[in-house]
């Protein structure tokens, strides 16, 4: 099957920020919480493991055919704004949730 120079260099720049994302940036959070005292472990819940394969789906439907347009751009800023949102509300849920947990157990 014969590629274009267009999809061999999506193809390159897609692999190369995926790498640059799980290996560098992640590695360097680990270690500046573990410097910070703060427990920042790559250990993803639900919510997180979702919404990773949420958005593999969503990319890939938008490189499907190989073009773009001002209405796939708008999509997927839409996609990072409700990604932003939910992981600000689960994030606040869950603080406020130990919060008055840890409230509770104190004398």
């Known amino acids: 099957m014969h590629h274009s120079n267009s999809d061999i260099s999506l193809g390159v720049a897609i692999d190369s920020s995926t790498q640059i994302s799980m290996f560098l940036v992640h590695s360097i959070c680990v270690v500046v919480g573990w410097i910070m005292g703060r427990p920042l472990d790559l250990n993803f819940q639900l919510f997180e493991t979702t919404t990773l394969i949420m958005t ?34 689960s994030t606040l849920f869950m603080e406020l949730t130990f919060v008055s947990g840890f409230a509770e157990d104190k004398p």
């Open 56 to 89: 593999v789906l969503v990319v890939a439907f938008m490189l499907q055919d190989g073009t773009s347009n001002y209405f796939k751009g708008v999509i997927l800023v839409f996609c990072y704004l409700i990604v932003a949102a939910n992981l600000f509300s």
